[in-house]
T-cell receptor
Framework: AQSVSQHNHHVILSEAASLELGCNYS??????LFWYVQYPGQHLQLLLK??????LVKGIKGFEAEFIKSKFSFNLRKPSVQWSDTAEYFC??????????FGKGTRLSVIA | NAGVTQTPKFQVLKTGQSMTLQCAQD?????MYWYRQDPGMGLRLIYY???????DKGEVPNGYNVSRLNKREFSLRLESAAPSQTSVYFC????????????FGSGTRLTVV
């Protein structure tokens, strides 16, 4: 069965620092990968997705992620974080038409 | 606004009480899902419905039942609530292909005392 690992549980950054959140998956087939964001007190929103083509995917709010098949990774990056990026971030993948499997999430705290 | 609507937003139950969480989507999506979110555990799938008339168990189905009432509505029932079911519950829907991701409702925060 497919699985998703997010190794960073809580990341604390200062404003303007660069961000990279790790996501590794375990699945041998064709993968579609997603990053979702959950702002405090809100529901999950789609940040970006990969399902084919260019392995560097750009999403909303300046986020991007790179799919590296040889490393089974799909890390999320942002060159310069803002206080408003404080949220929890979830990596997820389906397998064919089965439901999304989510990682345990990474909480990002951005301090002034 | 189009989307996924969940009711109620907050609920406190006593151990042993029953309740139904409601979810409705107006995007004509085929698939609907119920997840629970607990600190440090991410989202775990309770039940899902790939299409109207079908339901399947997810990772943590014990203590829950679901009904896909029609294409729009997918309800989650707790027959006898337990403190371990204290959680935030999210309903989500998806059109036909996983490529498009899910649309989530705003969640129900349930406390069982």
């Amino acid at each position: 069965a497919q699985s998703v690992s997010q190794h960073n549980h809580h990341v604390i950054l200062s404003e303007a620092a660069s961000l990279e959140l790790g996501c590794n998956y375990s699945y041998g087939g064709t993968v579609n990968l997603f990053w979702y964001v959950q702002y405090p007190g809100q529901h999950l929103q789609l940040l970006l997705k990969y399902f084919s083509g260019d392995p560097l995917v750009k999403g909303i709010k300046g986020f991007e992620a790179e799919f590296i098949k040889s490393k089974f990774s799909f890390n999320l990056r942002k060159p310069s974080v803002q206080w408003s990026d404080t949220a929890e971030y979830f990596c997820a993948l389906p397998s064919g038409n089965t439901p999304l499997v989510f990682g345990k999430g990474t909480r990002l705290s951005v301090i002034a | 606004n189009a989307g996924v609507t969940q009711t109620p937003k907050f609920q406190v139950l006593k151990t042993g009480q029953s309740m139904t969480l409601q979810c409705a989507q107006d995007m004509n999506h085929n698939s609907m899902y119920w997840y629970r979110q607990d600190p440090g555990m991410g989202l775990r799938l309770i039940y899902y419905s790939a299409s109207e008339g079908t339901t399947d168990k997810g990772e943590v189905p014990n203590g829950y039942n679901v009904s896909r009432l029609n294409k729009r509505e997918f309800s989650l029932r707790l027959e006898s609530a337990a403190p371990s079911q204290t959680s935030v519950y999210f309903c989500a829907s998806m059109s036909g292909s996983a490529n498009y991701g899910y649309t989530f409702g705003s969640g129900t925060r349930l406390t069982v005392v």
